[in-house]
């Protein structure tokens, strides 16, 4: 079946710790997306990529960073710099950059730390 | 900017009872709205899109959502609620023609016995 797979669905960080959430598609979608979800808050966008090799910050994106070396992945690194990174993070991908493509979202990652 | 309200953190329903989620958004011109829904540690699964057209909208496992303009919102609706229908409910807003989503604060239901 097609779909999202994010790994792995919890991690543990340490201070002063890069880590790195895996994103994969198969449904042969252009646009991928990473969210970051705080309880009472939705879900907010750290960086989005319409095709490969190319790719921009939302809104926030600052103690992050991302590659789209290929079409069916879209890693998300977890820096340092990101002093608050406890959250639960979601994945999602689209066929289109248009808003009339549907976003699909992976079961997410849950990120805590030591 | 654009922005999602979704008023109610949480709402109660009985089992068999009908269900209205709000959902308000604030945007200069008609965007393409959504509703999720998002079980306990996971991710979002999509109910319903509205574009254009016929302002009521059917989605998947018995719900559906109307567009009001006039009222710049997009509630959701269930005519008999399940119990595993219990989970977090997000609307979500999107420009025409620029694919990115914001998102409300979704509201929580609950449904009893």
């Known amino acids: 079946d097609g779909g999202i797979t994010q790994s792995p669905k919890y991690l543990f960080r340490k201070e002063g710790q890069n880590v790195t959430l895996s994103c994969e598609q198969n449904l042969n979608h252009d646009a991928m997306y990473w969210y970051r979800q705080d309880p009472g808050q939705g879900l907010r966008l750290i960086y989005y990529?319409?095709?490969?090799?190319?790719?921009q910050k939302g809104d926030i994106a600052e103690g992050y960073s991302v590659s789209r070396e290929k079409k069916e992945s879209f890693p998300l690194t977890v820096t340092s710099a990101q002093k608050n990174p406890t959250a639960f993070y979601l994945c999602?991908?689209?066929?289109?950059?248009?808003?009339?493509?549907?976003?699909?979202f992976g079961d997410g990652t849950r990120l805590s730390i030591l | 900017a654009q922005s999602v309200t979704q008023p109610d953190i949480h709402i109660t329903v009985s089992e068999g009872a009908s269900l209205e989620l709000r959902c308000n958004y604030s945007?200069?011109?008609?965007?393409?709205l959504f509703w999720y829904v998002q079980s306990p540690g996971q991710g979002l699964q999509l109910l319903l899109k509205y574009f254009s057209g016929d302002t009521l909208v059917q989605g998947i496992k018995g719900f559906e959502a109307e567009f009001k303009r006039s009222q710049s919102s997009f509630n959701l609706r269930k005519p008999s609620v399940h119990w595993s229908d219990a989970a977090e409910y997000f609307c979500a807003v999107a420009p025409v023609g620029f694919q990115k989503l914001v998102f409300g604060t979704g509201t929580r239901l609950l449904v009893s016995p």
């Open positions: 999602a991908s689209s066929a289109g950059q248009d808003s009339n493509q549907p976003q699909h």
């Open positions: 990529s319409q095709i490969v090799n190319d790719f």
């Open positions: 945007y200069g011109a008609t965007p393409y």
